[in-house]
């Protein structure tokens, strides 16, 4: 911890707030690849893919999000290179850019659980026009039913609202997964109190 966080953790000061990054982040964010965390050929590849949707319904052109997972045995990976794609290492980190539909996509591989009976997930982190401060949330697999009842992230939500979080596995194996920022059936959105902004 840096010694302005613990003077702020200890004298009880906010952080100062966000600001909204764009839409200037869809030119000196996105990188070469930033969506491929393994190449399209990879033997388990799988799209996690959707739309981003504002409180009325209508589609966010220009959102990026991030996402963050484990890997296929549920290992959290510490390799560097996240920003130089090698075709081989995967990092576990991956971001990209919606087209002007608002529709998103990443290759990845199915992410394992990072402890046995824990449910799996991708940590996902959506930055947009108007978004002051990135929103954080969760996209679970849909398959281990025993594992996502017993989540305690979800377990702590309302049954109606825990949808919001479980990706949909559509015929081809891929993973979809739609973000709503507000209104009915917003997305589940997660705080972080000590993360610094």
Do not use: C
Request: aromatic share 8%; net charge negative; hydrophobic share 35%.
């Amino acid at each position: 911890m840096s010694e302005t966080t613990a003077n702020t953790a200890n004298t009880g000061l906010v952080a100062t707030p966000g600001q909204t990054i764009g839409p200037f982040f869809g030119y000196a964010l996105p990188y070469e690849k930033g969506e491929l965390l393994v190449p399209l050929g990879h033997p388990e590849a799988v799209r996690l893919h959707g739309v981003v949707t504002d409180g009325h319904g209508d589609r966010v052109p220009d959102a990026m999000l991030e996402i963050w997972q484990a890997d296929g045995n549920g290992d959290v990976p510490t390799a560097t290179g996240s920003l130089v794609r090698d075709g081989y290492t995967f990092t576990g980190f991956g971001r990209a850019s919606v087209d002007n539909e608002g529709h998103y996509t990443f290759t990845t591989v199915d992410p394992g659980p990072t402890e046995p009976g824990r449910a799996p997930f991708i940590a996902l982190t959506v930055f947009a026009r108007g978004v002051t401060n990135r929103l954080f949330t969760r996209v679970y697999l849909p398959e281990d039913t025993e594992a996502l009842a017993d989540d305690p992230l979800l377990r702590s939500l309302p049954e109606d609202r825990r949808r919001t979080l479980i990706a949909e596995r559509e015929a081809d194996g891929s993973l979809r997964f739609d973000l709503r920022l507000q209104g009915e059936d917003e997305t589940v959105f997660l705080t972080y109190p000590n993360l610094e902004r």
